[in-house]
């Protein structure tokens, strides 16, 4: 079993739609649980953090974690075509010698 | 502010040669990651480094592959001796010392064509 499990998609949406991107964990030591957006043929660039169960809120991205379920979700409201790349969470524990473990990744497309 | 800077971004490699990767973390950072991704897969650690200091080498595979991030001067990721399975996109991330690796940055990779 992966420690970190993601749907790898592809999802398509119409522009203006409310995506929801979801992870499931198996490793309760995670604390940190970040989301990355990757454009093709590019590094991923880091959306948001966030620390334990809770949200977060960025503009149009919301963050939601639930330990106690061992998932978490990003919340894309108002999609614009922008948008469409391909999203990866990402997750840690709380030491400074923790690697950060990836999911596979969301393919995820805004159509106009 | 530069961010993190990888060199080469494309590099072909005959079978049996040695590729070197090359990473410049991010001003004041001092933790630098290697990850590798092959097309439409996600991100597979291979190694966390901290100057000087290799932490966590798990996801490195047993021969041919080396890093270092020595007190000066970039990160290296070395392949000795190349194989078509090591084409591949490499990324590196850097991220602030701290209590917690939380915000680690990616460069833009280095896209290696074993052929």
């Known amino acids: 079993q992966k420690e970190v499990e993601q749907d790898p998609g592809p999802l398509s949406v119409p522009e203006g739609a409310i995506v929801s991107l979801n992870c499931t964990y198996s490793n309760s030591a995670f604390q940190y649980f970040m989301w990355y957006r990757q454009y093709s043929r590019k590094g991923p660039e880091l959306l948001m953090y966030?620390?334990?169960?809770g949200n977060k809120e960025d503009g149009r991205f919301t963050a939601q974690v639930d330990k106690s379920s061992k998932y978490i979700s990003l919340f894309i409201r108002d999609s614009q075509p922008s948008d469409s790349a391909t999203y990866l969470c990402a997750m840690t524990v709380y030491s400074s010698a923790s690697k950060i473990i990836f999911g596979s990744g969301t393919r995820l497309s805004i159509r106009p | 502010n530069a961010g993190v800077m990888q060199n080469p971004r494309h590099l072909v490699r005959r079978r049996g040669q040695e590729a070197r990767l090359r990473c410049s973390p991010m001003k004041g950072h001092s933790h630098v990651y290697w990850y590798r991704q092959l097309p439409e897969e996600g991100l597979k650690f291979m190694v966390y480094?901290?100057?000087?200091?290799?932490?966590?080498e798990s996801g490195m595979p047993k021969e041919r592959f080396s890093a270092e991030f020595p007190k000066e001067g970039p990160s290296i990721l070395r392949i000795q001796q190349v194989v078509r399975g090591d084409s591949a996109a490499y990324f590196c991330a850097s991220s602030p010392p701290g209590v917690a690796n939380t915000e680690a940055f990616f460069g833009q990779g280095t896209r290696l064509t074993v052929v």
């Open positions: 966030t620390y334990s169960s």
């Open positions: 480094l901290q100057k000087e200091n290799i932490i966590d």
